[in-house]
Nanobody, 123 residues
Framework: LVELVESGGDSVQTGGSLTLSCVAS????????MAWFRQAPGKEREGVAA????????FYADSVKGRFTISEDRAKNTLYLRMTSLNPEDTAMYYC????????????????WGQGTQVTVAS
């Protein structure tokens, strides 16, 4: 099994930055693809960014390209999401997710999920 624990959510002003962290445990082969999703109240879940842990290929939603950066520290079993130029549309609960498969269809959802961390961007 895989356990994912997110942290780093906060309330910030428009234009601010935040870095989310996700500490992962469990078999590494079950975490071939790791990603960040978000869900705002009344909206569908959205895939934000993903990384193929073997090779490091990254994927981003169009809405965050150029503003968000996904990265991982394998030694610490930690996934990060650096978010800059935040705006109120980024307000959501952010979830870390992982899967044993490649990231080809990552935005449809992955097998393992964390509990989420709240990001609120004030206008």
């Amino acid at each position: 099994l895989v356990e994912l624990v997110e942290s780093g959510g906060d309330s910030v002003q428009t234009g601010g930055s935040l870095t989310l962290s996700c500490v992962a445990s469990g078999e590494a082969y079950r975490r071939s693809c790791m990603a960040w999703f978000r869900q705002a109240p009344g909206k569908e879940r959205e895939g934000v960014a993903a990384v193929q842990t073997s090779g490091g290929k990254t994927f981003y939603a169009d809405s965050v390209k150029g503003r968000f950066t996904i990265s991982e520290d394998r030694a610490k079993n930690t996934l990060y999401l650096r978010m800059t130029s935040l705006n109120p549309e980024d307000t959501a609960m952010y979830y870390c997710a992982a899967d044993a498969t490649l990231c080809g269809a990552w935005s449809r959802g992955l097998a393992y999920w964390g509990q989420g961390t709240q990001v609120t961007v004030a206008s």
